[in-house]
């Protein structure tokens, strides 16, 4: 069986074909980074300043998380949606940006960069549950209803097949433990 008739059989048609080529592998990717950075910036954590504190932070974030909601809705209402998502791509690189700067800054300083990886935690949740928010929207931006029903199942297998992945890469990428 070839890959025409194999995609037939999930109900892809020929026009969905460029679609499924552009988005599949942006899902895979994004997949590959939301699982790279999950496990990146817990482990992080939980060697830095103590995974005994994780059930703190994850108590802080869910206060967070409805001002996060408010705030992205209060933006959606006030910028068009092409103008939301530059802005957002903006905060996001802005974000990441300040926070590498300021564990340069410590680190340059010498000082304790302790207190900094809740903040860093946080910050860095907040960047992948925005890059999902985007990801999906550009997603179904692209495709009309019909073509999202037929779609939507195989861009999510690319995106687990990038956590897959993501996970097995932080898994080499650990030392081994004795």
């Given at each position: 069986m070839n890959m025409a008739q194999a995609l037939g059989r999930l109900g892809v048609r020929a026009e969905d074909r460029r679609k499924l080529r552009l988005m599949t592998p942006v899902f895979l990717i994004c997949g590959i980074a939301e699982a790279l950075t999950y496990n990146g910036f817990i482990t992080l954590f939980?060697?830095?300043f103590g995974s005994e504190y994780?059930?703190?932070?994850y108590t802080g974030e869910a206060f967070l998380l409805p001002l996060e909601a408010w705030f992205m809705s209060w933006l959606a209402m006030k910028l068009s949606k092409p103008a939301l998502m530059k802005t957002m791509y903006a905060v996001?690189?802005?974000i990441l940006l300040a926070d590498a700067g300021v564990l340069a800054a410590l680190k340059l300083a010498d000082l304790?960069?302790?207190?900094?990886?809740?903040?860093l935690f946080l910050t860095s949740s907040f960047v992948v549950r925005q890059q999902t928010v985007l990801l999906w929207s550009l997603a179904v931006?692209?495709?009309?209803t019909?073509?999202?029903?037929?779609l939507m199942p195989l861009f999510v297998s690319g995106a687990t097949l990038g956590g897959a992945?993501?996970?097995?890469?932080h898994a080499d990428a650990q030392p081994a433990r004795r």
């Amino acid at each position: 069986m070839n890959m025409a008739q194999a995609l037939g059989r999930l109900g892809v048609r020929a026009e969905d074909r460029r679609k499924l080529r552009l988005m599949t592998p942006v899902f895979l990717i994004c997949g590959i980074a939301e699982a790279l950075t999950y496990n990146g910036f817990i482990t992080l954590f939980s060697q830095r300043f103590g995974s005994e504190y994780l059930p703190y932070l994850y108590t802080g974030e869910a206060f967070l998380l409805p001002l996060e909601a408010w705030f992205m809705s209060w933006l959606a209402m006030k910028l068009s949606k092409p103008a939301l998502m530059k802005t957002m791509y903006a905060v996001m690189t802005a974000i990441l940006l300040a926070d590498a700067g300021v564990l340069a800054a410590l680190k340059l300083a010498d000082l304790d960069a302790r207190w900094f990886y809740p903040v860093l935690f946080l910050t860095s949740s907040f960047v992948v549950r925005q890059q999902t928010v985007l990801l999906w929207s550009l997603a179904v931006d692209v495709c009309p209803t019909q073509q999202a029903k037929r779609l939507m199942p195989l861009f999510v297998s690319g995106a687990t097949l990038g956590g897959a992945v993501g996970g097995a890469w932080h898994a080499d990428a650990q030392p081994a433990r004795r």
